[in-house]
Nanobody
Framework: QVQLVESGGGLVQPGGSLRLSCVAS????????MGWYRQAPGKQRELVAA???????NYAESGKGRFTISRDNAKNTVHLQMNSLKPEDTAAYYC?????????WGQGTQVTVSS
């Protein structure tokens, strides 16, 4: 069983920053990919950023230059630093773990960008 617990969401003004964190626990194997997805009301869930256990990253175009994903393998933790936030970044953000062809999801944390 794998559990993902997110933290760090909240309300921020346009141009502000937030840092999301996700801690994974359970049967986690060394070779995995952790990432963040988001889903705005009425829209499909979309990839924000992902990082492999070897540190290879992948970003959606919407976050390039503004978002940075990082991980601490010893602590099974992934972070998403979000800068220069825009109202269109408003969404529920979900932590994702892919290991041995199975995907696991956190419960989500809300990010609201508004003045």
């Amino acid at each position: 069983q794998v559990q993902l617990v997110e933290s760090g969401g909240g309300l921020v003004q346009p141009g502000g920053s937030l840092r999301l964190s996700c801690v994974a626990s359970g049967n986690i194997f060394r070779d995995n990919t952790m990432g963040w997805y988001r889903q705005a009301p009425g829209k499909q869930r979309e990839l924000v950023a992902a990082i492999t256990s070897d540190g290879i990253t992948n970003y959606a175009e919407s976050g390039k230059g503004r978002f940075t994903i990082s991980r601490d393998n010893a602590k099974n933790t992934v972070h998403l630093q979000m800068n220069s936030l825009k109202p269109e970044d408003t969404a529920a953000y979900y932590c994702n773990l892919i290991v041995r062809a199975r995907a696991y999801w956190g419960q989500g944390t809300q990010v609201t960008v508004s003045s």
